[in-house]
């Protein structure tokens, strides 16, 4: 992974192997699970941010980082959530703005998949409300 030094902004790395090969098995399964996440991330997307081909290739990366098990800054390969939410204000500054709360990243980009398809399937009205609140918006370690 490369660091977020200053004005720099981190970029997701190859997958490492164990996580690669977890992927891989689960894509056949799921694969129209990541094309739905990389669908939502490109529509998203900063178009100043780099080239048509670097925004679908860290659009690719970090849908098929969802078909991780850890949280997804871990997944990707970074050291902090900061360095996702920096990758994700750099390349998908939409999104960034519409998690105006702070939901951990892939409960937000799965639960903005749901909204799309109209699908509500929270456990209340509201975030504030809900009993599941500790686990979208709580710390990540």
């Known amino acids: 992974m490369q660091a977020a030094a200053a004005g720099h902004v981190p970029i997701p790395a190859p997958l490492h192997p164990a996580l690669q090969a977890q992927v891989l098995q689960?894509?056949?399964?799921?694969?129209?699970?990541?094309?739905?996440?990389r669908a939502l991330l490109l529509d998203h997307a900063n178009p100043e941010a780099g080239t048509a081909q670097q925004r679908a290739s860290v659009a690719e990366w970090v849908a098929l980082a969802c078909l991780g098990d850890q949280h997804l800054w871990q997944d990707l390969g970074f050291e902090s959530r900061a360095e996702l939410s920096a990758l994700m204000a750099h390349w998908f500054p939409a999104l960034v703005a519409r998690n105006h709360a702070d939901m951990k990243w892939k409960k937000f980009?799965?639960?903005?998949?749901?909204?799309?398809?109209?699908l509500f399937i929270c456990k209340a009205p509201s975030c504030a409300v809900c009993s599941d609140r500790p686990l979208c918006f709580g710390p990540e370690t």
Do not use: P
């Open 26 to 37: 689960r894509r056949t399964l799921r694969d129209d699970e990541v094309a739905d996440v």
């Open 109 to 118: 980009l799965y639960k903005q998949l749901c909204e799309r398809e109209q």
